[in-house]
């Protein structure tokens, strides 16, 4: 089983839809989360940190439970610029950071 | 502000054949690490580094060497390259664990 797992998509939605995209961790002892952006061809970009109060930027909601095991990213309003790969990350400590294999997103007008 | 940069963007290899890749930060940060992202796979970790003088092995070193003489740069060698090592290498960096990545460009290697 992989440390930590994402639906690989692809996710096809309208410009406006919300899309919400789940990762799942196996390492109880994971301390820190983040979901990253990459774009076709370039590097991954931290998109935002996932704390357990949950936290928002903008149109982008990151959820955190640990009972579950389970992160979650929420995408208001899709825009044709959210297109990419997002990817769900788990850091579990002594500089071990494990990255999922990356959801992609296709938002079409 | 350059961040982290990784050279050469594009490299073609022939099996046996031997290579550094470079990646160098300036933002002072102690962990520098290695990965290398394949389809379908995800990011693995290839060697990684808590500051000059420092490295260890990540998931998946075999082929692979690295050193870490400065803070600023962290080169991965590849001492005889194989078809197996085809992908998209990236560099990145953080100031401590647990802190986000900074990543590089990326390098793309193939070896035929």
């Known amino acids: 089983r992989k440390e930590v797992e994402q639906d690989p998509g692809p996710f096809n939605v309208p410009e406006g839809a919300t899309v919400a995209f789940n990762c799942t961790y196996s390492n109880s002892a994971s301390q820190s989360f983040f979901w990253y952006r990459q774009d076709c061809r370039k590097e991954p970009k931290l998109l935002m940190s996932v704390y357990s109060s949950g936290n928002e930027d903008g149109r982008f909601t990151a959820q955190l439970n640990r009972a579950s095991q389970y992160i979650s990213l929420l995408i208001r309003d899709s825009k044709l610029s959210d297109s990419a790969t997002y990817l769900c990350v788990a850091y579990t400590g002594g500089f071990k950071t494990i990255f999922g294999a990356g959801t992609r997103l296709f938002v079409k007008a | 502000n350059a961040g982290v940069t990784q050279t050469p963007k594009f490299q073609v290899l022939k099996t046996g054949q031997s290579m550094t890749l470079q990646c160098a930060q300036d933002?002072?940060?102690?962990?520098m690490s290695w990965y290398r992202q394949d389809p379908g796979m995800g990011l693995r970790l290839i060697h990684y580094s808590v500051g000059a003088g420092i490295t260890d092995q990540g998931e998946v070193p075999n082929g692979y060497n690295v050193s870490r003489s400065t803070t600023e740069d962290f080169p991965l060698r590849l001492l005889s390259a194989a078809p197996s090592q085809t992908s998209v290498y990236f560099c990145?960096?953080?100031?401590?664990?647990?802190?986000?990545?900074?990543f590089g460009n990326g390098t793309r290697l193939t070896v035929t």
């Open positions: 990145a960096s953080s100031g401590q664990g647990g802190s986000p990545l900074h």
């Open positions: 933002m002072n940060h102690e962990y």
